[in-house]
């Protein structure tokens, strides 16, 4: 049985430029998240085309509740809630062999990043793996599924996060549907074209999978050191009462552990722990 899992964030697809699209009090959110199911239905029927069995979109934006089951793909099975141990890679681990990612530029890499931010973008300047900055929450994501030995083989959003994605993983396809000009601005094609190139992007991923290699930064797992630097420095106390976590600066925290357990407190202190203060 062959399974994709996609893992959806708004701020990935054509169009989406601001806050009125991609908050729900936006204006223009009613009709993004619309244009967002259809996007993620091109990905999808790539994957049944090319063959596959089951195709599992995991919600990755905000409260995690932003796609209408009725506009998706009936062959689709939804991911939603926010109430996980994971932000954006629910269930990877059960047995899917490729990953999809919709997803914008990281925090502070590149000025033509769309809506560049690393998860929770009030709270969290910068994060690590293993002393590398990663701050792009697609290459993030792709090292969870790379932990699992499944590898990200296409991503969706500008050219700014197909470059950040390339610069771990080459062969990745890249589908840029957006060309980011700054943070708020872009030029993007058409939701149709952006579609037809979305469909045609995956079906090319999944023909060449075989040479698209899964990221693999966390190494063996078996320690994993994660970092984090907030943007305020109350946010690294509150971080600090979770135990095995040590203060490495007024507003850094690090926590060295196995990569399962990190993926949880990954949760935990970039959203569920410090999102209130």
Do not use: W
Not at 2 to 30: C, N, Q, W
Not at 44 to 66: I, K, L, P, Q, S
Not at 188 to 209: D, L, T
């Amino acid at each position: 049985m062959k399974r994709a899992y996609i893992s959806a964030d708004i701020e990935g697809m054509e169009g989406a430029v601001t806050k009125l699209s991609v908050s729900r009090s936006g204006p223009d959110f009613a009709m993004a998240r619309k244009r967002l199911a259809l996007d993620v239905n091109a990905a999808a029927r790539a994957c049944f085309d090319m063959g596959y069995d089951d195709v599992t979109v995991c919600e990755g934006h905000a409260d995690m509740e932003n796609l209408i089951p009725e506009d998706l793909d009936r062959r689709i099975r939804l991911l939603n809630g926010a109430m996980r141990d994971s932000l954006q890679m629910q269930n990877i681990d059960k047995g899917y062999d490729a990953f999809i990612a919709f997803g914008h530029a990281g925090a502070g890499l590149n000025t033509d990043g769309v809506l560049n931010h690393c998860y929770n973008g009030g709270k969290i300047y910068n994060m690590r793996f293993n002393g590398i900055t990663t701050n792009t929450e697609a290459v993030v994501n792709g090292a969870v599924a790379g932990f699992y030995g499944i590898p990200l083989i296409a991503v969706v959003g500008d050219n700014a996060v197909c470059r950040e994605v390339h610069e771990f993983s080459p062969n990745t396809e890249g589908i840029a549907v957006k060309e980011g000009l700054y943070r708020h601005c872009a030029i993007s094609f058409h939701p149709e074209v952006a579609r037809e190139m979305i469909y045609e992007g995956v079906k090319k991923a999944i023909a060449r999978k075989a040479e698209i290699q899964p990221i693999k930064i966390l190494g063996d797992g078996k320690t994993v050191v994660f970092e984090i630097d907030y943007k305020e420095t109350s946010m690294a106390d509150t971080a600090c009462l979770v135990p095995g976590v040590t203060r490495t600066a007024p507003r850094s925290i690090k926590y060295t552990g196995d990569a399962e357990t990190v993926f949880k407190l990954h949760e935990l202190l970039v959203y569920r722990l410090v999102d209130a203060l």
